[in-house]
Each structure stands twice: as structure tokens, then as C-alpha cells.
């Protein structure tokens, strides 16, 4: 199969498209074909080289943490998924790279992709979305009532913890540059600060 492999770790290296073994099937796997990746902060840090030692990924790999895609092929034990369902993941560490035409995705880091999301729109999801998730939810534990303040509410992760703690009922202040104040205004911030003043 195609994809976009890292050779070797390099800062702002390019990535080079070329062929690949199409991913090994494990029984609690299933074979996602490509039809959207995100493309996050953390693959050119990967590219980088700088999380070299929390993910020692060994070149030549694939790069690419988030992805949306359908079924084509279920392991033996994989219950909740069948061939042509529509689904989107944040692969977990060590088994990423959806920067290719095909990926081998454990069944309990796959959800099904909300009808009313496109492709392209459900790959942006993932990353972003649990790690909006994982502090919010289950590490503060945000209720309705209370207070946030979250930095960085125009980026990806921002954009979206944004909108989750609205959603969770939650008092939301942010900061954003001056430029992106009716965009987080928009996602439904109740106190906008700008950063630079
Ligand atoms: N992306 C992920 O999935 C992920 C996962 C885990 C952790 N993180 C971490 O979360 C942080 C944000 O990542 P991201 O992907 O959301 O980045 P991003 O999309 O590049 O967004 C960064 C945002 O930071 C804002 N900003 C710049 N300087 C600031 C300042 N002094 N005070 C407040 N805001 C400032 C910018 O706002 P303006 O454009 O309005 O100037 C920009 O929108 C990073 O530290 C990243 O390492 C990200």
C-alpha cells in the first residue's frame, strides 16, 4: 500500500510517499480503509524526533494519529464492527500511521462516525477530542455550575474544550488572540481574554 513514511527523524524533514506492507491483522483488530487523517501537532514532533523517548517508533514508520475510513476486514473476535461500517479513531501508541491507504486499528480505540460528519470533518476529531476529554472529563471532572478557564481556545484542542465544557454546563473563560475572539465568542465562550494584552 501507499503512504507517507519518515526515514528518518529529522527536524521539518520531509516525509516520503512510497510502499508499505499493508498492516498485519490481529484477532482483535480491524482493517480500516483510508479515507481522511488529521494532521496534528504531535506528527511533526514525532518527526521531529522529540518524543523519541516515549514513542521509539523505528524509521522507516508511517506517521498519523487520527483517521476516519471503513471497514474492510474484521479480526476473529472483533464483535462490535462489521465490513462497510463507517468509522473514525485515534489509534493508540505504537500502532499509529494513518497517513496510508490502509490501517490495522485495535476494535476498543474505533468508534462509529457520526452520520451527519464527513469524512474529513470526523478525522479532525480524535486527537484532539480525547485530549479535550481526558482533562475535562475524567480528570477534573467539570459539572454543570462551575468555572474554566481555558487556555488557547482558538487552537485545536481550545476549539474543541470549548465547546465540551458548554456542553458538560460549564462557565467558560479563554484566552485568544485579538483576531480570534468572534471565532471562540462563536463556539460559545462567556469571557474572552486577549493573550497579548
Ligand atoms: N493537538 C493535540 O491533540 C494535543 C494533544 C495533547 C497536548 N497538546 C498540547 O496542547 C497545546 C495546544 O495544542 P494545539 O494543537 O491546540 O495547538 P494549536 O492548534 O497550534 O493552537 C495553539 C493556540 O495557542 C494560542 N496561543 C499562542 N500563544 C498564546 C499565549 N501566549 N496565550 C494563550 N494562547 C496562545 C494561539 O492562539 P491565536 O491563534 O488566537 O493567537 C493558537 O490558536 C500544546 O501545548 C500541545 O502540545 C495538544
Request: glycine share 10%; no cysteine; net charge positive.
Amino acid at each position: 500500500m501507499r503512504a507517507f513514511i519518515v526515514d528518518r527523524y529529522r527536524k521539518k524533514g520531509a516525509l516520503r510517499l512510497g510502499e508499505m506492507p499493508e498492516p498485519a491483522l490481529r484477532d482483535d483488530d480491524v482493517l480500516v480503509e483510508i479515507h481522511a487523517a488529521g494532521l496534528n501537532l504531535l506528527d511533526s514532533k514525532v518527526r521531529d524526533g522529540e518524543f523519541k523517548l516515549i514513542l521509539p517508533y523505528r524509521p522507516p514508520f508511517i506517521l498519523g494519529h487520527d483517521v476516519a475510513g471503513t471497514v474492510v476486514r474484521v479480526g476473529s473476535k472483533v464483535r462490535r464492527f462489521k465490513p462497510s461500517d463507517e468509522v473514525y479513531a485515534r489509534p493508540r501508541d505504537g500502532r499509529v500511521g494513518t497517513f496510508a491507504e490502509f490501517i490495522a486499528v485495535n476494535e476498543a480505540d474505533l468508534a462509529l462516525k457520526p452520520k451527519n460528519l464527513s469524512m474529513e470533518e470526523a478525522a479532525s476529531i480524535p486527537l484532539v477530542g480525547l485530549t479535550a476529554w481526558q482533562v475535562l472529563v475524567e480528570r477534573a471532572g467539570l459539572r454543570k455550575g462551575q468555572k474554566v478557564l481555558i487556555h488557547a481556545g482558538s487552537g485545536g484542542v481550545g476549539t474543541f474544550a470549548i465547546q465540551l465544557a458548554k456542553h458538560l454546563g460549564a462557565t467558560v473563560a479563554t484566552t485568544a488572540s485579538a483576531a480570534n475572539t468572534a471565532m471562540v465568542k462563536a463556539l460559545g465562550a462567556d469571557v474572552i481574554i486577549d493573550y497579548r494584552s
